[in-house]
């Protein structure tokens, strides 16, 4: 059965400090992998995404490593702030397939 | 997500019962999902919809029925409501020609006692 394994299950960062969320995929077929952020209350949204052609990418404060040849991938939330408290997840999708694979989830508290 | 709506946002219920989750959406995205979250678990999908002709089980779909009215249009039923689908419902819509990006409604909380 398609995977996505994430971890942590939950993560306390003091403000400032980086956040660090990891996933690992089975499925070599798999060629885009987003991650969605929740707030409490909310639906999840996507907040960035990569490609397996690319090894990093980032937007502002955000930024996802990707490794191909281990089949992993994580994201990094530098400076991290109380505003970015949330829920993480990973999700991994070939193209032109049908589903959309999440992780567990990994619940963020930026401590102030 | 404004764009996508979901009625009604909190549901408690009786094992046994009939109920049926809406959702509608503004965005003009012919693909449309059912997704259920329980902690520890993240998204599992239920249903999923390219149109309004095509309809497909998702991992999880024992015990749920959809109907895809019409293109903005996607509801979930439970036909016979039990405990264990205590959850997090939340719809979701794509867009065939951007397909990677799901949108999600703000989720529906229902509680089967």
């Known amino acids: 059965q398609q995977q996505v394994k994430q971890s942590p299950q939950s993560l306390i960062v003091q403000k400032g400090g980086i956040s660090i969320i990891n996933c690992a995929y089975e499925n070599t077929a798999f060629d885009y992998f987003p991650w969605y952020q929740q707030f409490p209350g909310k639906g999840p949204a996507l907040l960035i995404a990569?490609?397996?052609?690319?090894s990093e990418k980032k937007e502002g404060r955000f930024t996802i490593s990707f490794n191909k040849s281990a089949k992993q991938f994580s994201l990094h939330i530098m400076d991290s702030q109380p505003g970015d408290s949330a829920t993480y997840f990973c999700?991994?999708?070939?193209?032109?397939?049908?589903?959309?694979?999440f992780g567990a989830g990994t619940r963020l508290f930026v401590k102030a | 997500d404004a764009d996508v709506t979901q009625t009604p946002r909190n549901r408690i219920t009786k094992t046994g019962k009939r109920i049926m989750l809406e959702c509608s959406q503004t965005?003009?995205?012919?693909?449309m999902y059912w997704y259920r979250q329980d902690p520890g678990l993240g998204l599992r999908l239920i249903y999923y919809?390219?149109?309004?002709?095509?309809?497909n089980k998702g991992e999880i779909s024992d015990g749920y029925s959809v109907s895809r009215q019409a293109q903005a249009k996607f509801s979930l039923s439970l036909e016979s409501a039990i405990p264990n689908q205590t959850a997090l419902y939340f719809c979701?819509?794509?867009?065939?020609?951007?397909?990677?990006?799901?949108?999600f409604g703000p989720g529906t909380r229902l509680t089967v006692l």
């Open positions: 999700a991994a999708r070939n193209t032109g397939g049908f589903k959309t694979i």
């Open positions: 979701a819509t794509s867009d065939s020609l951007d397909g990677d990006t799901q949108y």
């Open positions: 919809s390219f149109d309004v002709k095509d309809i």
């Open positions: 965005k003009g995205h012919d693909r």
């Open positions: 990569i490609r397996p052609d690319v």
